[in-house]
């Protein structure tokens, strides 16, 4: 099946690195246009390496945690590129130490809901009414498979990614009557530059423990399932959790015991 998503405007968030660019490009070697937000300015790096690839992009600097950026930021995409047919809400923060939830402060907890869930909520809202109008719509939730298993000194990351899945399935019961679809990626370790800064030993026992797949996951592999998604064949998956995470999310007792010194 080949994709193709010409004619379409996608707006991925967080798209100045890791993930969220690697999404941009993506969606854009499908042919789609593509504006990319970032609260930095790095993101004009993106829009420029779309444009190299001979594709029409623009690029906005917006903190997705604020309402009149968000506003902003889409208004200025939708006036160069046209309406916005498939927003992936990838901008996300773990901002802080990790912290158990007796040491949480309210700050962390506040800017990280803000950012993770907030800015996905805001710009979910501000791309809803042009798919309402054109009867078709894409949209899709970069979350975490902590957010259902929990963050161990995590709990403002956790507690923002499960979020994500309700928007998604709340946009499902409202919005797909008008041929519009939410769905929510749940990745487990993948391998943005901002992993590639955790040490070696604890990544190399994550993978062997914890993943069936016993690798780190590509950020190609997140942007082939968005590009998936985002297509006309995907239009009956919706209020879907899909797991990219090599199997890490079937971790239970017996895939532990395959380490342990009785099994084979
Ligand atoms: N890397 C992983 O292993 C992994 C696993 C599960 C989920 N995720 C999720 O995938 C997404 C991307 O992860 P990544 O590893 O590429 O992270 P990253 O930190 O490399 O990229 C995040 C991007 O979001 C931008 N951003 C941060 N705050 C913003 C704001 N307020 N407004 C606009 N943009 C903002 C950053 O500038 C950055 O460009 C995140 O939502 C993350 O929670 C990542």
Redo the contacts with the bound molecule.
């Keep these: 099946m080949e994709i193709s998503l010409s004619g379409k405007v996608a707006v991925v ?9 690697a999404i941009a490009l993506g969606l854009a070697r499908a042919d789609a246009r593509v504006g990319v ?4 300015d ?2 004009v790096s993106t829009k420029e390496e779309i444009e190299r690839m001979g594709k029409q992009s623009v690029a906005a600097v ?4 604020k309402e009149h950026d968000v506003e902003a930021g889409i208004a200025q995409i939708k006036s160069k590129l046209g309406p916005i047919a498939i927003l992936v809400n ?5 901002s802080g130490a990790p912290r158990s939830i007796l040491k949480m402060t309210g700050d962390e907890w506040d800017r990280q809901m ?3 869930l907030g ?1 996905a909520f805001y710009c979910t809202r501000a791309v809803l009414a042009d798919m309402v109008e054109t009867k078709w719509g894409r949209i899709i939730m ?5 957010g259902v298993g929990g963050a161990h000194k995590g709990v403002a ?1 956790s507690c923002s ?1 499960i979020g994500m899945s309700g928007l998604a399935n709340t946009v499902t019961l409202e919005y797909s009557k008008h041929g519009i679809t939410c769905n929510t990626l ?10 590639a800064t955790l040490p070696e030993e604890m990544k190399k026992e994550y993978v062997t423990k914890r993943v069936p797949a016993a690798k ?2 590509d ?1 190609e592999d ?1 942007a082939n399932a968005v590009v998936f998604l985002a297509s006309e064949e995907a239009k009956y998956i919706t209020g879907a959790d899909l797991y990219v995470d090599g199997g890490a999310h079937l971790f239970t007792f017996s895939f532990a015991a395959k380490h342990l010194s009785f099994s084979e």
């Design positions: 968030t967080g798209a100045a690195t890791g993930i969220g660019k937000i970032d609260i930095s790095k993101v917006s903190d997705v945690a990838n901008a996300g923060i773990t803000a950012v993770n800015g970069i979350s975490s498979v902590v990351y990614k749940l990745c487990g370790l993948i391998g943005s530059p901002n992993v780190i996951g950020m997140v």
